[in-house]
């Protein structure tokens, strides 16, 4: 399984071992400047029997020395793009090559064609709901692309107890505990995100018998899925000596700090379907307006938008049974339970039926010349799938001084993008507005 992120690492590594249960589990991070740190993949909680950082080239290298019979390419869309052509191209001549499964990690708001194209190419497209599968298939058919490679399942990481409505009697806070879930990117200006937490402060000190808490996605240095430019605990700081005792910023395991939520606060984040699948009161944000750049729009038809100035008044939505069910989450009939036994036929069907195809992604050098050459460069390949002139593999057998040394280096570099992105641009942008 090949991730790019603590989110992709979890939802891949989840995945995989929802459609092949009893198999060995080699887990590989795509080097880059979201490459998960031990913290964020300890918190994740989802482990694999090998662990190795790579490159595209490396993990290339390593499909065809260890003759995997599935790959899950849990990457962001032009990493699985990438690594499709470098498959294709490296196992064009081979009498076996791996079944390979992609997909999305969350909600799918925004880059619809564009993520679904970039990933067409892969033997499964997982979809984690009807209603999404529904519009994965319309694309493919609208290109000319097979819609049959889509095949509908659910998130992998839904579950834990249902909410007990009367759990809220037994907490520290007599009325309850409010979750805000926050995102990395979502909103992405400091007006809107400082308006967000002063919210969620005000609602503490409105509530002194409610525990309001921020669930955070990263550490500061830390890189998540998207670039977080403006952290919240940054935020936090200049109002530290003022903040309500019952208000806390947390880490943690979402599904933990959901085991103690009677509320939870998002603005779209995938939390919500997390919540939502427990039955538990979630509230999606409509303060900064319901817009597709902030991703609620998702979320019309739920009953869960809200503001604040309504739950300050004591409002918990509910959530619409259809809409729901529509998402894979919260289905009156159990049927999360049986959400990945379809993948797990298809599955089986590919490994143990005739030699797979050569893999033919939609983007070509003749479908798409003046976007993929730019894509594929950027992970190491060139146009046709080949390693780019140049790109060096570091041998398996390297020495331990020589591995830490590199290592050192590539943290270094990290921590100085994470640096200009934290704490350089804004400096500028704000400059730039003067």
Not at 152 to 181: H, I, K, M, N, Q
Not at 335 to 358: Q, S
Not at 388 to 410: C, F, H, I, Q, Y
Request: charged fraction near 25%; aromatic fraction near 6%.
């Amino acid at each position: 399984m090949l991730a790019d992120s603590d989110t992709r690492w979890k939802w891949g590594a989840l995945t995989a071992h929802r459609v092949a249960p009893d198999h060995r589990l080699d887990g590989y991070l795509l080097r880059g400047r979201a490459t998960p740190t031990a913290r964020q993949l300890s918190e994740v909680g989802v482990h694999a029997d090998a662990m190795r950082e790579v490159t595209g080239i490396e993990f290339i290298h390593a499909i065809e020395r260890e003759h995997y019979d599935a790959v899950v390419l849990s990457c962001v869309g032009g990493g699985v793009q990438a690594v499709l052509h470098g498959i294709g191209h490296a196992l064009r001549n081979a009498p076996h090559r791996p079944v390979l499964i992609t997909g999305y990690v969350g909600v799918v708001y925004e880059k619809l064609a564009d993520g679904l194209l970039l990933r067409n190419g892969a033997d499964i497209v997982l979809a984690n709901s009807r209603y999404d599968a529904e519009r994965f298939r319309e694309v493919y058919r609208g290109v000319g692309a097979a819609p049959g490679v889509v095949v509908e399942c659910a998130l992998p990481f839904l579950g834990g107890d249902s909410y007990d409505e009367t759990a809220r009697t037994r907490r520290p806070y007599t009325g309850g505990t409010v979750v805000f879930a926050v995102q990395p990117s979502v909103p992405d200006n400091r007006a809107d995100r400082a308006y967000l937490l002063r919210r969620a402060v005000e609602h503490a000190r409105k509530h002194a018998d409610r525990e309001v808490l921020v669930k955070l996605r990263s550490k500061p240095g830390e890189h998540t899925t998207h670039i977080e430019e403006l952290p919240y605990q940054k935020l936090a700081e200049k109002h530290a000596d003022a903040l309500p005792s019952n208000f806390r910023l947390v880490y943690g395991h979402m599904g933990e700090v959901l085991d103690g939520a009677d509320l939870l606060v998002t603005v779209s984040s995938t939390a919500a379907l997390e919540s939502l699948h427990r039955g538990i009161p979630t509230a999606v944000l409509t303060d900064l307006g319901v817009r597709e750049v902030l991703g609620n729009h998702h979320f019309i038809g739920s009953g869960c938008l809200a503001s604040w100035d309504q739950l300050d008044t004591g409002y918990r939505p509910t959530a619409d049974p259809q809409w729901v069910a529509r998402q894979g989450v919260a289905a009156a009939d159990g049927a999360y339970e049986h959400a990945f036994d379809a993948v797990r036929e298809r599955l089986t069907d590919l490994i143990t039926g005739p030699p797979l195809p050569p893999v033919t992604p939609y983007y070509t050098a003749v479908t798409a010349p003046g976007y993929l050459p730019r894509i594929l460069n950027r992970y190491g390949f060139q146009a046709d799938g080949s390693p780019r002139p140049g790109v060096t593999v570091e041998p398996e057998d390297a020495s331990g001084l020589k591995r830490v040394v590199r290592n050192t280096m590539r943290e270094a570099a990290r921590g100085a993008y994470r640096h200009g992105v934290q704490r350089v641009a804004p400096v500028i942008r704000r400059m730039g507005e003067l």
